[in-house]
């Protein structure tokens, strides 16, 4: 038996209240089997666990076997899903192992997702699917590659034990790495209960944890909110510049810290359209695209809500003072998205005219079914050379479509003094040539589920490792899906 190196856990979350989660382990598997393990992310994380073999550590990121210094627990939480309030879901197949600190000093927690049933699994099996996992895998990879904070993947292990969903598939966990599990609907869990006492304590662990500044503002619990709707605005504008659309914006997957977390019913849109849904639980489009500010708004202010009693002791004070930092959201919103735009679209100034000049690109791309991420990686080319300007134009359903668009940021374009080079290299470290495409995703996912082969996973999530640099040898990942590769729908896979 190998031993494992000098790594140890701590949990800082699991010497919280016994009523904050429950005490328990990972469900054995039968046959654990590694897919992948991320090797750069255990070194960042300081993992020494460089001496073990596949099947070692197939053996841990199954749950068969414990780190030193874990303390599982299953995290409990409530939420409000598309609307309603659900007042306790809580870890149903995920069991928190521990907390590690990364090369920065920063906690980061370790967690396994599809470890088996918990006392909040309600109906579920408390397992995950192969093809879910695969699916996070490579879009919290890409998230991350792509700048945007995010949950990390440390590894994937295929169980060898099938589970049913709409029918019998490959079994999978993926271990998930973040800078910490706390929602906003753990805040509700303890709020709806009129624990006062328990979301105070849960309030002063993250702002321990995630924003130690604030312990000295005259009133943390506010600073808090501020602090939060701040982190969300410039995340939610970091998703729309990338057409990322999250797919489940329930309260129970917004994380305080900032991370983007739940990759279920996710995708990256291919034609821009404001209205995209892909998630196949949302059938009135309330996470659409362009109504994802809105909707971390509206989780903001459940948010808000939890906070009150710690904000003033005079209840219509507090509201009054949480009203005010909410009202600045959309705001502050609108700026971190001009801010991005004008960087997408190669601006190093400001200019009035400049939302006007970004809406109207998106509102021509919109008409004419132009892809997203082709678009602005070709506007990067048009910025250089006028002659590249055919490739961008083949991209709209009319090519003419975008012509005037073209000659006014042309214009705005020369009232800098940057060079057409200088433009052009900063607006390719902002618009990737490769995402997670959906079809990409799906092959990846069929590959390894109908013929284990986990090939095409690997060799995806490698070009989505390095986004924002074109290759030669990889430029069918930067295509579009062609009609009939075009994958419309995302489930969460439960
Ligand atoms: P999600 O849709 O992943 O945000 O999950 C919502 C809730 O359902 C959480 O409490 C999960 O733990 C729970 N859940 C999702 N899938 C399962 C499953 N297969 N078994 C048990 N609980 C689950
Ligand atoms: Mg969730």
Redesign the pocket.
Known sequence: MQQTDSTFLTGSYARLPGHFFARLGPTPVIQPRLIKFNRALAADLGLELNSLDAAALAEIFSGNRMLPGADPIAMIYAGHQFGQFVPQ?GDGRAILLGEVRDSNGTRRDIQLKGSGRTPFSRGGDGRAAVGPVLREYLVSEAMHALGIPTTRALAAVATGESVLREQRVPGAILTRVAASHVRVGTFQYFAARGDVDAARLLADYVIERHYPALKLDARPHLALLRSVMERQARLIASWMHVGFIHG?M?T??MTVSGET??F?PCAFMDAYDPAAVFSSIDGYGRYAYANQPQAAQWNLTRFAETLLPMIDSVPERAVELASEVMATFAARFAECWLAGMRRKLGLFGAEDGDLDLAEELLDVMHRNQADFTLTFRRLCDAAQNGEADAGLRALFADPSAPDAWIGKWRSRLAREPQAAAAHAAAMRQVNPAYIPRNHRIEQAITAAVESGDFSPFAEFLEVLSRPYEARKDREDYANAPQPDERVLRTFCGT
């Open positions: 879901l489940v329930n129970d997957n977390i739940d279920g």
